[in-house]
Structure formats: structure tokens, C-alpha cells
């Protein structure tokens, strides 16, 4: 089956560092990615979607310089959390889905990010 | 897209069939129904995806009325390792088309 392999699963780092986390499909093409983030106990909700070959779109409330999306190829989609502070500590997920009709999304682990 | 209300939590025993049923009652023409399994600190996984009627796999069953305005996930004699939000997610099947997470169930199987 489709596998989506997010990288790191876990970092912490100190506040106003920048961290990046990196999505990859293993065994199929993604011309879109999404990414989402959870807090403890909460639903997943949805940052943005990324794109290949352009510019991510942005959910209402997320801030597009804070968060840096890159989808540079078919498999890769990068989101990077610039000058992070403690309240951005929480689960970030990826996934993606195949461009075959009725493809489900697949999901990466998660990255725990903890900003001390 | 179609907003999704589920149960907040359920509680169960080993063995026994749980059943989550999920509204979706603004589901477009287009819309497919897709549940997702997710364990603390991991992302969420498929479990199983239909348009209508019944659909059943290795590890549940989906029920849609004709209305499509619910589903019901069914996973049979369950265990332990069952324990997890189950979530049900309403939206068009197209590469690109994002799905919005609603709260989800929380599932607790006892032994």
C-alpha cells in the first residue's frame, strides 16, 4: 500500500530556532500534500495545502511566513517552522494522496515538535 | 465541505461489535465517505472508504443509507488494540481536494 514517511518524528529545539520537517511518499507521486497540526486530546487541524511546483495554500488563521511550505518534487513536500516559540510545540502530520480516482489520504507518522 | 458530527467518546468490551455513527447532513453528490483509525502519537489511518450502501473489508464495515446523510462504522468482535479515535471524514475523491477533520470518537475497548 501507499506509504508517507514524515521526518523527524520527534525534535525539540531551543525558541527562536527554525525547524524543518520533511514528507515524503515512498512508492507513489503526490502532486498535493497537506499538512495539519494537533494539539493534545484535539482533532487534527488542517495548516495548508502544498502543491508541487507552486505556491502552498494557506487555511485562515495560519501565518504563511512562520510556516514555509516547499513542495519541490512529486515526493517531497518540506514545512519549516521559522523562529519557533513554545506555543507552537505540537503534532504536526503530513499526508498525501495518489492522483488515482478514489485514492484515500495516507498519512505520516507525525513529528513531535517541543520549543523550549 | 460537508460537516461531520460523531459521538465524543464510546465505551466497549473485548469481543463486542461497536458501531459509530457519523451525520453528515449537507454530504454533496460527489462526496465520499472515508473513516480514519488514529492511536496516540501517530497519524491516522485508513480504515475504510464507500459512496454508498454497504462496503466491507478485512477490518469493518460501512453502512450508508440511501439518503447518505449518515454511515455507520462497524468493527466487529473487537480487542484492546482497537482503543483509538475513529474519525469519519466527508469530501470529493480527487487528488486535491483537502478533508477537514471533525472531532472524532474516542474509543475505549475494556477488557
Known amino acids: 500500500g501507499a506509504v508517507v514517511s514524515q521526518h523527524p518524528s520527534r525534535v525539540i529545539c531551543k525558541s527562536g530556532t527554525s525547524v524543518k520537517i520533511e514528507c515524503r511518499s515512498l512508492?507513489?507521486?503526490?502532486?498535493?500534500m497537506f499538512w495539519y497540526r494537533q494539539f493534545p486530546k484535539q482533532s487534527l487541524m488542517l495548516m495548508a495545502t502544498s502543491n508541487e511546483g507552486s505556491k502552498a495554500t494557506y487555511e485562515q488563521g495560519v501565518e504563511k511566513d512562520k510556516f514555509l511550505i516547499n513542495h519541490a518534487s512529486l515526493t517531497l513536500s518540506t514545512l519549516t517552522v521559522t523562529s519557533a516559540h513554545p506555543e507552537d510545540s505540537s503534532f504536526y502530520i503530513c499526508s498525501a494522496r495518489s492522483d488515482s480516482h478514489n485514492s484515500p489520504l495516507h498519512f505520516g507518522n507525525g513529528t513531535r515538535l517541543t520549543v523550549t | 465541505l460537508a460537516k461531520t458530527t460523531q459521538p465524543i467518546s464510546m465505551d466497549s468490551y473485548e469481543g463486542q461489535e461497536v458501531n459509530i455513527t457519523c451525520s453528515h447532513n449537507n454530504i454533496a453528490t460527489n462526496d465520499y465517505i472515508t473513516w480514519y483509525q488514529q492511536f496516540p502519537s501517530q497519524g491516522p489511518r485508513f480504515i475504510i472508504q464507500?459512496?454508498?450502501t454497504k462496503v466491507t473489508n478485512e477490518v469493518a464495515s460501512l453502512f450508508i443509507p440511501a439518503d447518505r446523510k449518515s454511515s455507520t462504522l462497524s468493527l466487529p468482535r473487537v480487542s484492546l488494540s482497537d482503543t483509538a479515535v475513529y474519525y469519519c471524514?466527508?469530501?470529493?475523491?480527487?487528488?486535491?481536494?483537502?478533508?477537514?477533520f471533525g472531532g472524532g470518537t474516542r474509543v475505549l475497548v475494556k477488557p
Open positions: 464507500g459512496y454508498k
Open positions: 512508492d507513489f507521486q503526490a502532486t498535493t
Open positions: 471524514l466527508v469530501g470529493k475523491e480527487a487528488a486535491g481536494n483537502k478533508l477537514t
